[in-house]
């Protein structure tokens, strides 16, 4: 059983037809859109250095205590640098 997907393509002449208040609410839409991607990047890079970093073994199914605790440094380092960068941006607004 084989599903087809239909894709919507909206032309500028669409866009332009809009109102402003539709506008703005896809304007907030992609910028909300583009912040989730850019956290899922950072996560995937963080993901990935922190296995390389830490994972000594990846044919053992079971952490090691040191590779245990190397990920929790790395992930705590990880949040303290975004909490300290969100603060940073807020302080900056």
């Known amino acids: 059983m084989s599903q087809s997907t239909t894709s919507a393509n909206i032309s500028q002449a669409d866009l332009?037809?809009?109102d402003d208040n539709s506008k703005k609410d896809i304007m907030n839409f992609l910028e909300v859109e583009n912040s989730k991607q850019k956290v899922q990047m950072s996560i995937h890079q963080f993901t990935n250095m922190c296995f390389?970093?830490?994972?000594?073994?990846?044919?053992?199914?079971e952490l090691s205590a040191g590779e245990e605790?190397?990920?929790n440094n790395c992930v705590n380092r990880f949040l303290d640098?975004?909490?300290r960068i969100v603060k940073g941006l807020q302080n900056i607004q």
């Open 16 to 18: 332009q037809n809009l």
């Open 52 to 61: 390389k970093q830490c994972i000594t073994n990846a044919t053992n199914p």
């Open 69 to 71: 605790q190397c990920l």
């Open 81 to 83: 640098t975004n909490i």
